[in-house]
């Protein structure tokens, strides 16, 4: 039996609350991921994950909300398929484990904790405007830092179709 | 700014190992909830799962595969949407709270919890040849025991319905 | 390094509101499970897990509660070691993983739940009036059905000392 | 009903491997907090995780490990409550919701990714020669940096005792 082929699944993370600039930002990462036939995937709220929302259903794309609580309509109205865990932070490393890689846009804890578990677990990190990060010992994490949405979807897709 | 409707989304649960006849029932489970428009979530895995995912992918459907493992690859070939959690059983709690109700076809112990799990948090729950329980005291639990396979997405989606 | 013995780790699993004849087994049980040295493993909240966690206390035993929530305050007053997990039912699974045995007292869909998830994953249950549970096919589970809080303890200890 | 006393729950993350001097300062870390009564809370395994267990132990403290796999055996010798939840790299969500405080010794991804959750969930950070963090704007995240691990549990300590 073949399988079907499978689009990458990309995750946008960011945070709940964010600049305009971030906002725009995010909005033309989800465009340019629907444009790619990725899905994207992200925490399902607003801010950074809203946006990127918005301009991946502009393009026709589809998207995954893995919310916090425990109801779907906490996700934000671009969301296609909304999946309430009740785990609160503890789902951010299902939004992690689901991605074959993430675009990192801004962010605070709750973003920083995804680039974390997404460099312990693997998954490729590209990042526009993000934290920086460095250890008591030894090189800072491999963080793909880019100048521009295009720029972070091409090389997070580049990046996800080496992993499973 | 108006949400776009969503599909019902209907957990299918059932064993990873199942006899030809439980098969044969989610894959005419997974059919019907195809031509529903509905989403197909389960836990990605064979049996069962497989088979409700063969028949909604036949029809078109989309389906969504809640893993227990940490590689997508241990989906089955018919899950459009693979999710892995690392959770294990862990993941059952996830299925049922990313339905609005729950299909079950026969099943063991991780079938079992994921009824109750259902039955806990207000998910209607659907029942084709699936597990008989009576609590020490009081009524039996609230299983919807159909006779088919179409009576049993008739009657999931309607009582979705009224779920957020 | 020699491993300092570790106590066995015992869950009593039952609804957060019960009977007072549930409630005095429950207390009973907590009672034996605190002189056997085991510790006592629960949810951390009211009925059976509080009656349990107060018998516990009155022989000097210890007490876990793994607790569906994200404030310790919410565990019942003879809770030793509150574990709030902020994963709502999903702790479930915690709960059963944590022991090396499960004694059911009563209970209601998340108590099912969690006797569900014991069978599952190789976790002895004994049961204090407990469900009934019938598969569509094949035997029932197997529950060890006891007619005394002393003899769920000492079933529960012994079997408890086979699994790692 | 009074509620007994409870010992401070105070969180020691670092890596499952680290250098002599980590080891000596996370076994200096666990020695305090065991003198001052608290409850050392960690992910159980090897690495500077064993070296506070260690300490704690030398003086008379309680340890516990909440471990990523299924099998308790994975827990180091100086745990006394080994706690395994088979969520991976999702537990790291419940080592630091089941602190009062947190205690960074060096680390890896894994140690980062709990550090954010901490900021995150409102724990205090109390931080020995580990990440240097700088978001894209704003302000460092409040991560108290201290040079000694005397001083390291003091500080944990005291903030602890402002959380419930």
Redo the contacts between chains.
């Keep these: 039996?073949?399988?079907?082929p499978?689009p990458r699944?990309i995750a946008v993370i960011g945070a709940a609350s964010c600049?305009a600039h971030e906002a725009a930002l995010a909005e033309a990462v989800g465009r340019a991921l629907a444009r790619q036939g990725a899905?994207l995937i992200c925490g399902g709220r607003g801010g950074v994950m809203e946006a990127a929302c918005r301009g991946a259903?502009a393009e026709g794309g589809f998207t995954?909300g893995i919310l916090p609580g425990?109801?779907?309509?906490e996700a934000n109205?671009y969301v296609?398929?909304?999946?309430?865990?009740?785990?609160?932070?503890?789902r951010?490393?299902?939004v992690v484990?689901?991605a074959?890689a993430v675009i990192a846009i801004?962010?605070?804890?709750?973003t920083?904790?995804e680039?974390?578990?997404a460099?312990?677990?693997g998954r490729p990190v590209v990042g526009l405007?993000?934290?920086?990060?460095?250890?008591?010992?030894g090189p800072p994490?491999p963080i793909h830092r880019v100048a521009s949405p295009e720029e972070a979807v091409r090389l997070a897709v580049a990046l996800a179709q080496r992993l499973?």
Tied chains: 1, 2, 3, 4.
């Design positions: 039996m073949k399988r079907h499978e699944r600049t899905v259903k995954v425990v109801d779907a309509r109205p296609d398929l909304p999946l309430p865990t009740g785990m609160g932070e503890g951010n490393v299902l484990r689901a074959q801004g962010g605070r804890y709750g920083l904790s680039i974390a578990l460099l312990k677990l405007e993000t934290w920086h990060l460095e250890p008591a010992h994490p499973p």
